[in-house]
Every structure is written in C-alpha cells, then in structure tokens.
C-alpha cells in the first residue's frame, strides 16, 4: 500500500499543483495547525517536500527527492513562494533561465510590486526588485508551475538598464553574443517601457562588437546626452565613447570582444 503522504502529493502533482502552503493543508485533511507543522516537519526530513519560504513549500517529485527545489526548477520554487501575487523572474535569474549566463549565480531575482518578507527562497538568497504593478508583466512568459519569467527580448532590457543587478556589461555582452533576439520586440518593449537607456547600450554593445543579429538593425534619434556602458564604472574614466549611440566605454571593443571569446 503506498504511503499516505505519497498519495496524498502525488494528487496533487497530478493536477498541476506542485505547490503547497501549511494552511491548503490543513484545510484540506481537517487538522489543527500544530498537527499540519507536524506532519510538514516529517515530510521536509523524508524529502517529500522543500520549504521555500515561510508556510510555503515545493513539491519534490520522487526522482529528484534530496535536492532544493531552486536547484531543479527555480520557476516552482518561486511560485511556491508568490503564489498569485504579481511577479516575473528578472535580471540575472532570467538570463540563467534563457541558459545566457557563463558564471552561475546563487541569487534568485524576482520583480514584484509586493513585498516579501523572505530573503532566501529554497536556500539560496532571495532579492526582489521593486516594479510597478503596470509593467512587471509586460515582456514576461510562463515559466512553469505557475511562475512568470521575463521573455528572452524582455531579459535583454532589464540587464542593459540595470547592470548592477547582472554582474555589469560582461555579463550583458556575453548574454546579446550568446542569443538571437527580435529586433522589432525589442523596440516595443523600449516603448512601453520608456528604456532608450538599455536600447543605446544594446545598440552600441551589438554595432561594435558586430553581433551579425542585431548589428545596424536597431534605430533611434541621436541621443542629446552620453551614458556609461557600465555606470558603476563611470570613475575609471572611458577607453572608448561610441559617438553613434553616445555611450561611454571602460574598455575597448576590441578588449571586450576578447574577454567574451575567451
């Protein structure tokens, strides 16, 4: 006879809920609160289930029983965590889930206009970026169990407006060289989201490094003023300024298309 646990999450994976919070559970068997941590407690140490966050838990499925859940799938440890709040799985955490990133990162980044109150999700620290409720859907997809996830042109954006959150310009250089993005996406999403910065650093990014995808195929009016390819940087002074896109560089084209090579 299978287990009574087994049963009774094996129903639940069957309808596509890999998710559990302590209180569906006591709803669901009838129990008091002591009694749904009790048996939580049980289940955690038999790896049936991860806690991701504060009386919110991941489903293990059988074969992966003994790994966090952001290992297998950071998209079912998140939704475990947001449940139906709006969110989407941003910056450095979306190039990782477009398999865009060359170093692993531990962070899990999400965008929400929420505030959780968890900084680790699933054992791995947890940084939620605050957006607004209008745009952190926009430029997103589903990432499985539930989850959003910013889509491939969306990521782009997100890495070039901010790339304090990414690891700075190497990461969004290796991540433009590594993808084939939709250039007419790309310039929606600049529209609705008011993000001429990121489109000039993507701009001159592909012009100079001759990224056969986007090379001359992005458009806009000569910018009135420059911006740094990597503001956190703006004090080691330019080694190169594109004139086209008037952005400031801390490196040569031709060092950083080394650097990506190697």
């Known amino acids: 006879m299978r287990h009574p646990a087994i049963s009774f999450l094996d129903s639940r994976l069957a309808v596509g809920q890999g998710t559990l919070t302590s209180r569906e559970l006591r709803d669901e068997l009838g129990i008091s609160p002591q009694a749904a941590s009790n048996l939580l407690a049980r289940w955690r140490r038999a790896g049936l289930v991860d806690q991701v966050a504060r009386g919110r838990y991941a489903i293990r499925q059988l074969g992966l029983l003994g790994t966090r859940a952001s290992s297998e799938d950071v998209a079912l440890a998140v939704a475990a965590l947001v449940g139906e709040e709006p969110h989407r799985i941003a910056y450095h955490s979306a190039l990782d889930f477009h398999g865009l990133l060359t170093r692993p990162v531990r962070t899990v980044q999400i965008s929400s206009p929420r505030r ?15 957006e607004s409720e209008r745009t952190v859907g926009l430029g997103s997809q589903s990432a499985g169990h539930g989850a959003r996830v910013s889509d491939l042109e969306r990521s782009l954006l997100d890495a070039a407006s901010r790339p304090d959150l990414v690891g700075g310009y190497l990461p969004l250089a290796e991540a433009l060289a590594g993808c084939n993005p939709d250039p007419t996406r790309l310039h929606e999403l600049v529209g609705e ?19 056969p995808h986007l090379a001359g195929k992005l458009e806009m009016e000569r910018p009135a003023f420059d911006l740094d390819l990597d503001p956190q940087l703006k004090d080691l002074g330019t080694a190169f300024r594109d004139s086209r896109w008037r952005i400031r560089w801390p490196v040569g084209p031709d060092a950083l298309g080394r650097e990506i090579a190697q």
Not at 118 to 127: E, Q
Not at 193 to 211: C, F, K, M, P, V
């Open 116 to 130: 959780f109150a968890s900084v680790a999700i699933s054992g791995r620290p947890l940084k939620v970026v605050h």
């Open 193 to 211: 989201l008011e993000a001429t910065a990121a489109l000039r650093r993507i701009g001159s990014l592909a012009d100079q490094l001759e990224l």
